[in-house]
Structures are given as structure tokens and as C-alpha cells.
């Protein structure tokens, strides 16, 4: 029995993710989704056009491909629909599970209500639904995607949590739908997508035992997960690569080789710590030069120098066999790069995270830049300080890189 590579984000998200698969999909038979949401963003860049990928698997672009969104994801159909748009001939190429949960519009006002009650406390949440969506999952009270091939009884059981909650939703200033116009909502929804609606898990265990190439991919990053992340700010899922088992519904023996993905450097959306962050002329020239806003909300991406404790914690808490390093060519023309190989915590450095990040000081070790490395694809023809800070990352890390993008162009990928 064949068994399935994996890719994960290893730091914050954003880590660059949706070209690698994209990359690593044009060699396989499936590719699947495990876990996240529309909160998600990859930008694929094919030639001369752009692909904003929030829910649906990378592989879309492999016409050979098939695609799962597994039980694991919480599914806005809204938002789902209009990425479909994007894609002509998805018939047979794209599923859906029925287990997945249904992240409905009321969700994102509850998502959005709630931050706004939280002031200057706000977790910087991307309001799309995501944490009450997983909330009503946990709390046994949320809605599967299934449940869109009976549109009419879907209809009653919505409005029947509208009247449960009255005084909830009064406070939230959320408006109760009429039952018309939520029916022809939900039935919307039913009519573009009953036809991908599948029991995924069969089909995955199927593809396992017919020796069929599998390609799992999650979302967001490690340093987002809901237990070993940076607690309260994090996502409401778990990112990690055993959560793949859970979102397909697979064994931990039928994973195959990790690929953690990272870039040069480290980003950040929204609130909660972040090590190191640059906040001078750096920080901002990073964010210039690598287009750091997000694919989801345009929002500006905190930026910093790459973490290699952080870094050295998800490849273990993920089990890497192998990194793929991001956007290297936004170093250019730095003449000094940093990683950071130390914390310092109440005047003790440590080599590890701590229970908490905030507060805590980063210790640098600095290298030589170099002019330009976008667009080479081959690793001997890096500039040398460029080769050497990918060694040193490497030693840092206790892991090897194989990958390296130079570019956002598919080809200009350096494979070691």
C-alpha cells in the first residue's frame, strides 16, 4: 500500500505553501485538504495569471489531478462557490466531504461581533467564521456538508439555532433570517455543490490501497496551531502534520515523507507575539520587497528576521524530513541578515519556546548578504553568502533543506 507526503507551514502561515504544492502537484494523483478554512490564502502564479486559493486544494491546477476537501475543513459554501469560479471542468476532479462542517454567513458575524467586544483584547481574527464555526463543531451543535442534500430540513434546523440563541444573537445585533429567504440561501448553496458531495474517506483509503500518488495539505502554520501555538492568538484548529489524520480520516502509518515549508524570513498576521519581528526600516523593506499583505484580508504582514528556535521546534513537533525555504530572492541586497538562535526570558537564555512568547527577547547571529539570487535555479550558482546562510539555517534547524524558491514563478524552484 502506497502511503501519503505531506506538506505543513512551519511558521505563522503565509509561509508560501500554495507554490510548492502547487509545484509537488503536477506529480500526483491526489491532493488533499485536512484542515482550515477560507481564513487561508495561497497566491499560485502560473505565467502570466494569478490563482487566489483559500479552500481549495493546490492540485486544482494539475488537470490530471484530483482534489478532496477532507471532513477537517470548516467549508464557507459562499465562498467556496465563488473560488470554484476561478476553474472550468471540475466534474470528477474535485470532492467534498460529507463529514466537514458548514461554516455559514451567521458565523462570521458572530466571529466579527466578538472582536469588536474585545476592544484593545481582539486576537486580530480574520472574521470570516472560522473560530465559531469550530466552536458549534466542538459543541455538537454545527451542521455538515452533508446535510445540504435536504436543503428544507438543513433550513428548519438553522433558524431552530436562531430561536435557541435569540437572546445571544439580540446582543451580537445578529438579525434572524426569514425562512424564505435562508431556504433559497441553502438551496443555492445545494444546487452547485451536491454533485462533489462524497464520503472522502472511502476515497482516499481507496486511492491508499490502489498505490495512487497522495499529496495532503493543510493550512495556515505550526505556530498558529490551537494547542502548541501562541495561545490565545492562534487559529482554531490544529495545523500540525498528525492533524492530517484527523481531517482525512487516515492512519499515522499511512503518511509518508513531510515537507515543511518556510520562508527566509518570518511573517505575521494579526495580534499576539512575535520574537522576531523587525519593527524599523528593515521590517518595512521586507514587507515591501516580499508583498506582504494577506491573500485573505490585504491586510499588512508584521515582518522579521527568520526564528530558528521557533523553526527547530516545528520541525520536531511535525517530524520534517525535509524543509522547502520561500521567497530567499526577498533577501537581496540586505547587507546583513539575521536569524534568531536564542531567546532571552526574564534575563535567562533558553534554546526552546516557552509556555509564552510575549516578552520574549530574540538573540541574533548575523550574516553576510548578498546581491541577487531571484530567478537561479540551481544551487551552485547562489551567491556564495547566500549558499552559506542556507547551511548555517540548516545547522541551526537540525534539518535539511531540499527546496529553495527564488522567485514566485513555478520554475524558479532550486531542488537540491
Known amino acids: 500500500m502506497n502511503r501519503a507526503d505531506l506538506i505543513v507551514g512551519l511558521q505563522w502561515g503565509d509561509e508560501g505553501k500554495g507554490k510548492i504544492v502547487d509545484h509537488m502537484a503536477q506529480k500526483y494523483d491526489f491532493v488533499c485538504r485536512f484542515a482550515g478554512g477560507h481564513n487561508a490564502g495561497h497566491t499560485i502564479v502560473v505565467g502570466d495569471k494569478k490563482y487566489a486559493l483559500h479552500v481549495m486544494p493546490s492540485g486544482i491546477l494539475n488537470p490530471n489531478a484530483k482534489n478532496i476537501v477532507g471532513n477537517g475543513v470548516v467549508l464557507s459554501p459562499k465562498d467556496f462557490i465563488k473560488e470554484m469560479e476561478q476553474f472550468d471542468n471540475l466534474e470528477g476532479r474535485l470532492f467534498v466531504s460529507d463529514k466537514a462542517h458548514l461554516l455559514l454567513p451567521y458565523h462570521a458575524l458572530i466571529d466579527q461581533a466578538r472582536e469588536r467586544l474585545k476592544g484593545d483584547k481582539a486576537i ?95 493550512a495556515q502554520g505550526t505556530m498558529l496551531d490551537i494547542d502548541h501555538g501562541t495561545y490565545p492568538y492562534v487559529t482554531s484548529s490544529s495545523t500540525l502534520s498528525a492533524s492530517a489524520c484527523l481531517g482525512l480520516g487516515i492512519s499515522p502509518k499511512d503518511i509518508g515523507e513531510v515537507t515543511g515549508i518556510a520562508k527566509a524570513y518570518c511573517t505575521r498576521v494579526g495580534n499576539g507575539p512575535f520574537p522576531s519581528e523587525d519593527l524599523g526600516s528593515d521590517g518595512e523593506l521586507i514587507r515591501q520587497k516580499g508583498h506582504e499583505f494577506g491573500t485573505t484580508t490585504g491586510r499588512p504582514r508584521r515582518c522579521g528576521w527568520f526564528d530558528g528556535v521557533a523553526m527547530k521546534h516545528a520541525v520536531r513537533l511535525n517530524g520534517v524530513d525535509r524543509i522547502s525555504l520561500m521567497k530567499l530572492d526577498v533577501l537581496d541586497g540586505f547587507d546583513e541578515v539575521r536569524v534568531c538562535v536564542e531567546y532571552k526570558v526574564d534575563g535567562k537564555v533558553i534554546d526552546y519556546v516557552p509556555y509564552d512568547l510575549e516578552g520574549v527577547e530574540p538573540i541574533y547571529k548575523s550574516f553576510k548578504g548578498w546581491d541577487s539570487s531571484e530567478g537561479v535555479q540551481e544551487f551552485d550558482k547562489l551567491p556564495q553568502n547566500a549558499k552559506d546562510y542556507i547551511n548555517s539555517l540548516e545547522e541551526i534547524i537540525d534539518a535539511k533543506i531540499k527546496i529553495i524558491s527564488t522567485s514566485p514563478e513555478r520554475e524558479d524552484t532550486i531542488l537540491r
Open 124 to 218: 486580530g481574527t480574520t472574521g470570516k467564521g472560522i473560530g465559531p464555526a469550530y466552536g458549534d463543531k466542538v459543541a455538537r451543535v454545527g451542521y455538515r456538508v452533508g446535510e445540504l442534500l435536504d436543503p428544507i430540513k438543513l433550513t428548519d434546523k438553522i433558524l431552530e439555532q436562531f430561536t435557541q440563541n435569540r437572546e445571544i444573537f439580540k446582543v451580537l445585533k445578529i438579525d434572524t433570517p426569514s425562512k424564505d429567504e435562508l431556504l433559497v440561501e441553502i438551496q443555492g448553496y445545494s444546487d452547485k455543490l451536491s454533485s462533489l458531495i462524497v464520503d472522502t474517506t472511502q476515497l482516499v483509503w481507496k486511492a491508499l490501497d490502489s498505490d495512487d500518488k497522495i499529496l495532503l495539505e493543510g
